[in-house]
């Protein structure tokens, strides 16, 4: 059975930084693509990042490009969210997922495995 466990979450101020981490365990990895999204109150999960598990193609949500990066340590299952230069509008709930065909699109429907978020809260 697959598990994402997300840590790393917390409250930041402006122009701050978070690394957020998420465990994947209860399969072979290597041919899954990885996403991170987030979920805001009141509006929709919305795609942040993807990359495929050997690290060979990396997308970002124009709204975070240039300030948020993917990454995965592939010996440890584990993949990253180095999130920097935070803004208000960054707060959300944020969620790893598990896209077991490596697709790793920006639709969370295709998507197929969740873990159970953790909290970034950016305040002015």
């Known amino acids: 059975q697959v598990q994402l466990v997300e840590s790393g979450g917390g409250s930041v101020q402006v122009g701050g930084s978070l690394r957020l981490t998420c465990v994947a365990s209860?399969?072979?990895?290597?041919?899954?693509?990885m996403g991170w999204f987030r979920q805001a109150p009141g509006k929709e999960r919305e795609f942040v990042s993807a990359?495929?598990?050997?690290?060979?193609?990396?997308t970002y949500a124009d709204s975070v490009k240039g300030r948020f990066t993917i990454s995965g340590d592939n010996a440890n299952n584990v993949i990253y969210l180095q999130m920097s230069s935070l803004k208000p509008e960054d707060t959300a709930v944020y969620y790893c997922?598990?896209?077991?065909?490596?697709?790793?699109?920006?639709?969370?429907?295709?998507?197929?495995?969740w873990g159970q978020g953790t909290q970034v809260t950016v305040s002015s």
């Open positions: 997922a598990a896209d077991q065909y490596g697709l790793g699109t920006r639709t969370s429907s295709e998507y197929d495995f």
């Open positions: 990359m495929s598990w050997t690290g060979g193609t990396r």
């Open positions: 209860g399969r072979t990895f290597s041919s899954y693509a």
